[in-house]
């Protein structure tokens, strides 16, 4: 009896679910990719190629990645906090247009223990994971061999605790997690196909954690990044010599290069309000 009404409680929840995907509007995403081609004169070079994608919010989900409360790099702490506000501000449109919220804050999970958004993700029933698709891993346009702070900080301790302050959490519809398989189960439950990351670092977190960019493309999820809510660990002091900004830029065009398009906020905010 038991099993049964277990099965009739998730066949009312996927019919739910079917209902308010079908009644939905779907959004539409200007996605930034960048393509190898020649030119006239038959000379290698970049193109910069927008497509534009439909995904339904009930089908979408954004991981906020490590977006920490604080930072051992100063500089990368005074980014952080810069660029809460503006991702406190494009979750609220998202999350009111439908989509799902996951607070991915690593090594912090036991300030999130009792919090219904960390029970959510734990009560999700466990999916294996497809098989890993085979994908190039080319090395990385900066170096941050020294760790990456740009104010002289060396690596490291661990400084954070929680989430930044500034950023919501909705504690009656978002996740928190910060392990992928977690993650994955989260995200079949509710018939996931899309994610928008956002948040840092792009050159290591965001790119390299479980639930994060190369995992999320190798198990095959439409992934996309949000480029101006994201940012790196970079010391101008090291290759290839530039500003900050200009090596997170060169990280987001790598990204857009090999692993996944990319997308801002002021596009997605738009998209999200029509």
């Known amino acids: 009896m038991q099993r049964q009404v277990l099965l009739f409680a998730a066949l009312a929840v996927a019919f739910v679910a079917h209902r308010d995907a079908a009644a939905e509007t779907p959004v539409q995403l200007p996605l930034r990719t960048q393509v190898l081609r020649q030119d006239a004169g038959g000379h290698n070079q970049w193109e910069v190629v927008i497509a534009r994608r439909e995904i339904r919010p009930s089908e979408t989900a954004v991981i906020l990645c490590d977006l920490w409360d ?120 509710r018939g996931i196909k899309n994610v928008l990351i956002m948040g840092v670092h792009a050159n290591m977190c965001v790119l390299h954690r479980s639930f994060a960019i190369k995992q999320m493309v190798r198990w095959g999820m439409t992934t996309v990044l949000v480029r101006d809510l994201t940012d790196t660990m970079y010391n101008p002091a090291r290759p290839p010599y530039v500003a900050h900004a200009e090596g997170t830029r060169l990280l987001v065009e790598f990204i857009e290069k090999f692993w996944c398009p990319t997308v801002s906020s002021e596009e997605l905010l738009k998209s999200l309000a029509r």
């Open 70 to 189: 604080k930072h051992w790099s100063r500089g990368a702490t005074e980014r952080v906090g810069e660029m809460a506000p503006r991702i406190n501000e494009v979750l609220r449109s998202a999350r009111s247009a439908g989509v799902t919220i996951i607070h991915a804050p690593s090594e912090t999970m036991d300030f999130y223990r009792d919090a219904p958004a960390r029970k959510r993700v734990l009560a999700a029933p466990p999916v294996a994971p497809p098989v890993d698709r085979p994908h190039d891993d080319p090395p990385q346009p900066i170096d941050a061999g020294d760790g990456g702070s740009d104010t002289g900080e060396k690596p490291w301790h661990k400084a954070w605790s929680r989430q930044h302050a500034a950023v919501e959490i909705d504690q009656e519809k978002d996740g928190i997690s910060d392990d992928g398989r977690e993650i994955w189960n989260f995200l079949r439950q």
